[in-house]
Nanobody
Framework: QVQLVESGGGLVQAGGSLRLSCVASGRTFNKYIIGWFRQAPGKERVFVAAINWTGSSTYVADSVKGRFTTTRDNAKNTAYLQMDSLKPEDTTIYYC????????????????????WGQGTQVTVSS
C-alpha cells in the first residue's frame, strides 16, 4: 500500500506560481506512476498531469500545458506539480494519485485507474 500526502497549496495572485508536493510512504514509490488531478465542488475529478516511474516521461493536459510541469524525486519519495502563470480558473482542490499498473504503456487520465489518492490541497488564485 501507498499513502500519499499533498502539500503546497495556498492563496496566490493571478500570474503567480505554486509548487505542490506529494510525499509517499513506503519503499515502492518508484513502482507507481504519479498522476495529478483537480476537482471543483460538484464537478468530476479532472486529469492535470502524470509522470512515469523514473521521471523520464510526463503527460500534461492541454488545459495547463506550458504552465504546469510535473517532476519526481524517487530518493525522497516525492512528486511535484509546478504551477506557473496561475489563473483564477485554476482555483480548486488538487490531488495526487498513484497508479500501480506496471504494464501501463500510456498514461491514464481516468481517476478510476489510479489506486491510491492523497487528501487534496486547496489552491486559490485571486484576480
Amino acid at each position: 500500500q501507498v499513502q500519499l500526502v499533498e502539500s503546497g497549496g495556498g492563496l496566490v495572485q493571478a500570474g503567480g506560481s505554486l509548487r505542490l508536493s506529494c510525499v509517499a510512504s513506503g519503499r515502492t514509490f518508484n513502482k507507481y506512476i504519479i498522476g495529478w488531478f483537480r476537482q471543483a465542488p460538484g464537478k468530476e475529478r479532472v486529469f492535470v498531469a502524470a509522470i512515469n516511474w523514473t521521471g523520464s516521461s510526463t503527460y500534461v493536459a492541454d488545459s495547463v500545458k506550458g504552465r504546469f510541469t510535473t517532476t519526481r524525486d524517487n530518493a525522497k519519495n516525492t512528486a511535484y506539480l509546478q504551477m506557473d502563470s496561475l489563473k483564477p480558473e485554476d482555483t480548486t482542490i488538487y490531488y495526487c494519485a498513484a497508479d500501480g499498473n506496471e504494464l501501463r504503456r500510456k498514461f491514464s487520465t481516468l481517476p478510476g485507474e489510479y489506486d491510491y489518492w492523497g487528501q487534496g490541497t486547496q489552491v486559490t488564485v485571486s484576480s
